[in-house]
T-cell receptor, first 113, second 112 residues
Framework: KAGVTQTPRYLIKTRGQQVTLSCSPI?????VSWYQQTPGQGLQFLFE???????NKGNFPGRFSGRQFSNSRSEMNVSTLELGDSALYLC????????????FGPGTRLTVL | AQSVTQPDIHITVSEGASLELRCNYS??????LFWYVQSPGQGLQLLLK??????LVQGIKGFEAEFKRSQSSFNLRKPSVHWSDAAEYFC??????????FGAGTRLTVKP
């Protein structure tokens, strides 16, 4: 079974731009969660989507948004990029039933200049 | 809300020595506990998980962890460390609604 895939793997943007990251979950998984990982803040939960609906949300500003499609693929969007948004963005998929194991993708490394 | 503390930011062990990485959690109900490993520039790989039942959990790569409710701990152990185990290790606690909280991580260095 194929794992979680994330595209692109690396991205360089400048302040003020916006960016869209994509995540394809494991086949059959209906939940996709997004995390931001930085050296200073560690792994922080952004949001979770289940069956095209945002089910959980972390403590991030509204510049961070996401969506999920009917095939469970998810996208995350960050608008008006700031230097502090430079991070590894990780996506994880799970069945979504209760607290199930989350399987992580390799991440997208975003650098904001 | 749940939280996780990994008291050791960085641990160095010699190859072949035993390893124990500490994890303490805070959660009001029965926790779902996980250990993940991350190699540089990579995503997280699940080592093992505890949902219920036997408090000693076996995982991949020879790792095991023991859930101790009285101490709110879920420490990761390995009897003999290999150079390839050098990585960052994350403990995580999950709530019923799939809300996962991760510890700050412990970076493991293995000396030859």
């Amino acid at each position: 079974k194929a794992g979680v895939t994330q595209t692109p793997r690396y991205l360089i943007k400048t302040r003020g731009q916006q960016v869209t990251l994509s995540c394809s979950p494991i086949s059959g998984h209906r939940s996709v969660s997004w995390y931001q990982q930085t050296p200073g803040q560690g792994l922080q939960f952004l949001f979770e989507y289940f069956s095209e609906t945002q089910r959980n949300k972390g403590n991030f500003p509204g510049r961070f948004s996401g969506r999920q499609f009917s095939n469970s693929r998810s996208e995350m969007n960050v608008s008006t990029l700031e230097l502090g948004d430079s991070a590894l963005y990780l996506c994880a998929s799970s069945s979504g039933r209760g607290t199930d194991t989350q399987y992580f993708g390799p991440g997208t490394r975003l650098t904001v200049l | 809300a749940q939280s996780v503390t990994q008291p050791d930011i960085h641990i160095t062990v010699s190859e072949g020595a035993s390893l124990e990485l500490r994890c303490n959690y805070s959660y009001g109900a029965t926790p779902y506990l996980f250990w993940y490993v991350q190699s540089p520039g990579q995503g997280l790989q699940l080592l093992l998980k505890y949902f219920s039942g036997d408090t000693l959990v076996q995982g991949i790569k020879g790792f095991e962890a023991e859930f101790k409710r009285s101490q709110s701990s879920f420490n990761l152990r390995k009897p003999s460390v290999h150079w390839s185990d050098a990585a960052e290790y994350f403990c995580a606690v999950g709530a019923r609604n799939n809300d996962m909280r991760f510890g700050a991580g412990t970076r493991l260095t293995v000396k030859p």
